[in-house]
């Protein structure tokens, strides 16, 4: 199918980019801006729901399209300028999701027609000096592409029809995407980075609705990244933005509020809540916002434990500490009080900061460094094998029907989290508090604090 076309495309060249190309999807609501960024990331990473406004922040993912990568952002719906509250915030955050990205894909509904907010779209994205492509999409076959040329009413050099729920047209648009970012390339590569880079860890930012994650990102990366309401639910999508401190890439990943499962009802709520936990499985590390003002509840235990289970890193982030009153306000108390009622989390750190003021917030990336670093570590086999050793001396693992298992070996088969294989005899009779006192002890032998230790047993064995 070609390409709808009229007068020569007069977008201005942008600045080459020095990273991958940054695109932002924008549109008005509702007309299938998150169907398309889960179709060019292979993935559902939006959530798509046929009522408008359901994307409300930034959401980014790497998507690939042959050998060429980008960074896509889909953006919530941008609406009419009289609107204010969140869908006020909504649209200025796809308006500067379009400034800062090397070209943008606006989406139109081809089936809706022409809107007075999609000239108003138009109008302000004329003035960008990048790339702009222009998608009418929900058209299903091309007999309904002709619906799309009234869309050339707004002095467009060219449209593509497209259907983004089945992938109709939207291979052609990506190729002409990637031709308007060739032609206004830098002829000079820009220069070599000298600085060693490791490879990026992504921190989910987790937590109960309304506890501050939203603006700790936003403290975090020093912008508006994320919005920002006093209304739970605010965040849906989880919204990844890259980011660097010192030499470490990252990954900031803000989620949807996790709330106890009875009381999640609304569809829309529950799967942001299950996208939530998806994104603490695809990070290395997780940060625990819990709310200083509240107390502790079985709710950020179980936030916590499920990232924990799942071999994350953890750290607690212990936010509006300025709200608490100055009499109360006492760091070491708050944490006895929350390692007394969840033994199960006396070895995860935690920092106690203020998003809304900046306060403390210097104290969050040493502290991943550290954790990563931890989650990351190398145990040396002869010092794993002489702490096995003076555990075992210290406290004999218990007799099972007059048999006790025996140690023999102990190697580390894997990081992040640390994982430690150890070979024994009868291992099936080892008990459950044993492998704790095990766990233990490597943990405290080696400062393993903040990661979770898996512990393997192996059977040797028997030559023939």
Known sequence: MARMTGERNDALPCEPPHRRAVIAIVGRPNVGKSMLFNRLVRASRAIVDSRPGVTRDRNMAIARWGEREILLVDTGGYEDAERSGIAAAVRAQSALAAEQADAVIAVFDGRAGLNPVDRELVARLRHLRKPVLYAV????????????????????????????????????????????LAAVASEEAPAAETVERTSAVTLAIVGKPNVGKSSLLNRLVGSERAIVDATPGTTRDPVDTPFRYGQQEYVLVDTAGIRHRPRVHERIERASAVRALRAIERAEAALVVIDATQVISDQDARIAGYAWEQGRALLFVVNKWDAVPRPERNSARFLAELYARYASFTDVPAVFVSARTGAGIERIFPAVEELVAVHRQQLRTVELNKVLAEATRAQAPPSVHGKRPRFYYA??????????????????LLQLGYERYLANTFRTAFRLHGTPIRLRFRGRERRQ
């Open 411 to 428: 190697a580390q088969t894997a990081t992040a989290p640390p994982t430690i294989t150890i070979f024994a005899s009868a291992p099936e």
């Open 137 to 180: 999409n929900k058209l299903d076959t091309p007999a309904q592409d002709d619906e799309a040329a009234e869309f050339f009413a707004l002095g467009l050099s060219a449209v593509f029809p497209i259907a983004a729920a089945h992938g109709r047209g939207v291979e052609e648009l990506m190729e002409h995407l990637f031709e308007q």
